[in-house]
């Protein structure tokens, strides 16, 4: 049953995030080609989020968060993986390790 809610809920995120990588693609290209959002310069999220100046920046959020997707999807494979032998742990441990370099990479500077 804990696995049943936990492959919900990770369903759940992972179509949030694919909604997200709609929304800001859509805003993004309108920013870009047609006109500047006045909302989203006026707030903070907003203008962290929403405020693309250039196609390299557009890029770079998307990346982030089709990342979280990837994530999300590996780990969900994780909780139904059944490891059989020690060498499956060492996988999942090396795959832990490359997700956490990913997601050290993809870390802004200004941050």
Sequence with gaps: ???DIIMVVVEILDTFLLGSVML???FGLYELFISDLKNANDTN???RIL???SIDSLKSKLGKVILMMLI???FSY????KPESMLDLLYMGIIVVLVAL???LSKDKKE
């Design 102 to 104: 990913s997601l050290m």
């Design 1 to 3: 049953m804990r696995n």
């Design 24 to 26: 800001i693609f859509a």
């Design 45 to 47: 999220s907003g203008g």
């Design 51 to 53: 405020v693309i100046s």
């Design 72 to 74: 999300i999807k590996v």
């Design 78 to 81: 994780f909780t139904e993986m």
